[in-house]
């Protein structure tokens, strides 16, 4: 799966009409995901953490803090609201546009898509998912990033 895979099956296959109940947005793009190898599965989380972990600085901590008081897991689900809006909200966030959406709105529940396509897959508990990313989405992990 590429980057541009990745965002186009979130803006096409979400159902967008359920808007406010971030499960039923989410539930086609897990249907559709449970289709694929497990391969494809742990790309769309391997993508996922990448794109999480490049907005996960203190420049972008410190400007999401200006709109809302944030603590690390509140700074992840924000971090998540750029990968719903699709790749041109990404990339603007990325270069430090400016975004009150971004800081003040939140979208945890993407966090949950690959092992829930993969439980779903395989009528396992998502507890059982067996993938690690190579990199951690978690605030804080992108040190480099960070002073």
């Not at 993508?47 to 972008?60: G, R, V």
């Not at 992840?76 to 430090?96: H, P, T, W």
Request: charged share 30%; net charge negative; hydrophobic share 35%.
């Amino acid at each position: 799966m590429t980057k541009q895979k990745f965002f186009d099956d979130i803006m096409e296959i979400c159902d967008w009409n359920s808007q406010g109940n971030d499960d039923k947005v989410l539930a086609p793009l897990i249907e559709h995901l449970s289709k694929l190898s497990d391969e494809e599965i742990f790309s769309f989380d391997d993508i996922m953490s990448e794109l999480l972990y490049a907005l996960d600085t203190e420049k972008n901590f410190n400007e999401a803090r200006k709109f809302y008081d944030h603590s690390d897991d509140t700074f992840l689900y924000s971090r998540c609201v750029a990968l719903i809006n699709g790749a041109d909200f990404y990339e603007k966030s990325l270069k430090g546009k400016k975004h009150k959406i971004l800081w003040t709105s939140e979208f945890e529940a993407i966090l949950y898509v690959p092992m829930t396509a993969w439980a779903k897959k395989h009528n396992e508990d998502a507890e059982n998912y067996p993938h690690l990313t190579p990199l951690s989405f978690e605030t804080g992990s992108n040190k480099t990033a960070w002073s």
